[in-house]
């Protein structure tokens, strides 16, 4: 399967601990996307690559949230002191041009 | 405030009937794509529509983008139980390549 990956699939935490998920994109993309998504709503961008620069960031992005893209190949995102609030699916997508492929997601529960 | 409304949220029809799902901005979009999401699961690619006035067909799926690049369309002819899902229009903004998305229009086929 060549399609986007992301790892893990679910993640259940506690309030207060970090959590670091992993999206290997399709290989040839150089762009490469991070969106949350909560119930009943549609996705939100959170920040995007362009091979590895990190070029746009969403104010949802706040200061506990980094993403990396160290070689312009795989990405993590890392939440830190994670909230009740920050419980939501986590989507990675990437593209070569307009069109946009996602990754199955992580969902991510803090208690 | 919601950039892009579609319309309807819910629509539960019975298998073999046609419908319609709208998506409506009064933003200008470069590129406009149409996704279905499945619980649990990243939302899939069905169409990349980039042209004003353009049309695509994808076997009972018809999509038409607006001629001002505003609004899109999604008709589905003689809908089956398969189709059931969540049917989520994205826009693109300004060749951001970020995308903004709907709320989602949830489908139920009846058999």
């Known amino acids: 399967d060549t399609g986007v990956s992301q790892d893990p699939r679910h993640k259940i935490t506690k309030r207060g601990q970090n959590v670091t998920f992993r999206c290997d994109p399709i290989?040839?993309?150089?762009?490469l996307y991070w969106y949350r998504q909560t119930l009943g709503q549609g996705p939100e961008f959170l920040t995007y690559?362009?091979?590895?620069?990190?070029?746009?960031k969403s104010r949802l992005l706040s200061d506990r949230f980094s993403a990396e893209r160290p070689k312009g190949s795989f990405s993590t995102l890392e939440i830190q002191r994670t909230e009740q609030g920050d419980s939501a699916m986590y989507l990675c997508?990437?593209?070569?041009?307009?069109?946009?492929?996602f990754g199955p997601g992580t969902r991510l529960t803090v208690l | 405030t919601q950039l892009l409304e579609q319309s309807p949220q819910f629509l539960s029809i019975q298998e073999g009937e046609n419908l319609t799902v709208y998506c409506n901005s009064s933003?200008?979009?470069?590129?406009l794509q149409w996704y279905r999401q499945e619980p649990g699961e990243g939302p899939v690619l069905l169409v990349t529509v980039v042209t004003g006035g353009e049309v695509k067909k994808l076997k009972r799926l018809t999509f038409q983008f607006g001629d001002a690049r505003k609004d899109s369309s999604l008709h589905i002819t003689a809908a089956q139980p398969g189709d059931t899902g969540l049917y989520l229009c994205a826009g693109e903004l300004d060749s951001s390549y970020k995308l903004i998305f709907g709320s989602g229009t949830r489908l139920l086929v009846r058999p």
């Open positions: 690559f362009q091979n590895e620069a990190q070029l746009e």
């Open positions: 997508a990437s593209s070569s041009d307009q069109a946009q492929y």
């Open positions: 933003s200008v979009f470069s590129s």
């Open positions: 290989s040839e993309h150089n762009r």
